[in-house]
């Protein structure tokens, strides 16, 4: 099935630093979703957006909602430890279609 | 903080064999949903209920996968035969009702097929 581009793929970075990853879609999408999932482990969400341009912040994230509304991006500050895992976005197109996930974006701290 | 409930978390089973998975959904939840997850991929929609019944089950193999939701709470996934390429993990998700985006998941059950 269709699944949505998420960039980067994995991210290697050091504890403290910030973190960028996006989603896109050649779709317009009415309601995007960021999760993350730990290994073994169901998705756990962090942060819906519905309305283009919308930010919204859950402690050290903040998720954007793109004005093209094809893409979204959630940004990480100051990352620690237990920020690792597989971060993917979702994205709704219209009232009740079923969620479509991202292809997931890896996230690993180096010692 | 309410969860959604899954078992068994682990099951391997020879091909041909005869497998299922149960799912509680958060109290309330109207809509249930059953995702596999390959992988390295993302979750891919196999049902989704309505309180008891199916809205969506466009992506489900029926000749060999079957789910109920008999009194609009808990479900169950079933699969017969198992075949190796049904290897993955099986996620229960739930959310408030149909217009409800927010989606939560359960802890998943990770079957292995040999």
């Known amino acids: 099935g269709q699944q949505l581009n998420q960039s980067p793929q994995s991210m290697f970075i050091q504890e403290g630093e910030d973190v960028s990853m996006n989603c896109t879609s050649s779709?317009?999408?009415?309601?995007w979703l960021w999760y993350k999932q730990d290994p073994g482990e169901g998705p756990v969400l962090l942060i819906a957006l519905y309305k283009a341009g919308e930010l919204t912040s859950n402690g050290r994230l903040t998720a954007q909602f793109g004005i093209t509304r094809k893409d979204s991006f959630l940004n990480i500050s100051a990352s620690i430890p237990s920020d690792v895992g597989i971060y993917f976005c979702?994205?709704?197109?219209?009232?009740?279609?079923?969620?479509?996930f991202g292809t997931g974006t890896r996230l690993t701290i180096i010692p | 903080e309410a969860e959604v409930a899954q078992s068994p978390r682990y099951k391997i089973t020879e091909k041909s064999q005869a497998v299922a998975f149960w799912c509680d959904p958060i109290s309330g939840h109207a809509t249930l949903y059953w995702y596999r997850q390959i992988l390295g991929q993302g979750p891919e929609l196999l049902v989704q209920?309505?309180?008891?019944?199916?809205?969506?089950d466009s992506q489900l193999p029926k000749d060999r996968f079957s789910a109920e939701r008999l009194k609009g709470v808990d479900s169950t996934l079933k699969i017969q035969p198992a075949e190796l390429g049904d290897s993955a993990m099986y996620l229960c998700a739930s959310s408030r009702g149909t217009g409800d985006n927010e989606q939560f998941f359960g802890p998943g059950t990770r079957l292995t097929v040999l």
């Open positions: 779709s317009i999408f009415n309601t």
């Open positions: 209920f309505q309180d008891e019944s199916v809205v969506d």
């Open positions: 979702a994205g709704q197109r219209f009232g009740n279609e079923k969620l479509t």
